[in-house]
């Protein structure tokens, strides 16, 4: 379901929809719509919107004066079309059929097409269900969708998955956190390591703080879902 509040700041604003909804600030994602600074005639004010049909990561509950990225209206458009070809209709079909054997079906259409990519999305009630905790079951529905694109012999075409604009979602919470969690290592001059994200989800942290001179990034552990250790430079 999606909210929508206001407050003073970007805390505020949350911490009223927290205490709203009766949910903890991990429990839902936020998507910053509108902020208005102090002027001569105006307030300063913040207008979010808050999606509580996934569990994704929110930001910290510090530092939410952080750079945020701003949501891409290009992306988080509802296009959706028949598929163009025979690989887009079987892709299609694939998930429509894996969702319904799960038990929790829903339409299926293609989001998006760009060069050796191709965007899936599925519209269904069971939305949260599908996206998983931290999106675990969207990533591993997206895995056996880009499988079965190599056996049709399409191994140079990467398969996005998405449901509800989770990815996006996704992806501003996260550049959120790395925002956060930079700014309290600059001040601890210490380091902090996060919880194990996939691969794309590591990217993201890395290249987010890329460019700020005084923090570095590097990832720890084996297996798909590593860390990422965000530390003061000069610790290294």
Partial sequence: ??????????????????????????????????????????????????????????????????????????????????????????????????????????????????KNKLGIKIDSAHSSILIGKKGKNLDAIQLLLNIYAGRLGKENVRVILDTENYRIRREESLVRLAYNVAEKVRETRGSILLEPMNPFDRWLIHTTLNDIGDVETKSEGDGLYKQVRVFYKGLR
């Fill in 1 to 114: 379901m999606v909210f929508e509040f206001e407050g003073k700041t970007e805390k505020e604003a949350i911490d009223k929809a927290a205490e709203e909804l009766g949910l903890a600030k991990d429990d839902f994602d936020v998507e910053i719509l509108e902020t208005q600074k102090t002027g001569l005639f105006k307030k300063s004010f913040v207008r979010i919107r808050v999606h509580t049909g996934t569990r994704g990561l929110a930001a910290s509950d510090t530092g939410y004066e952080a750079s945020i990225r701003q949501p891409d209206a290009q992306r988080e458009t509802s296009f959706s079309e028949p598929p163009q070809n025979e690989f887009e209709q079987k892709m299609i079909d694939f998930t429509a059929g894996m969702i319904e054997r799960m038990g929790y079906p829903g339409k299926v259409t293609v989001l998006f097409r760009e």
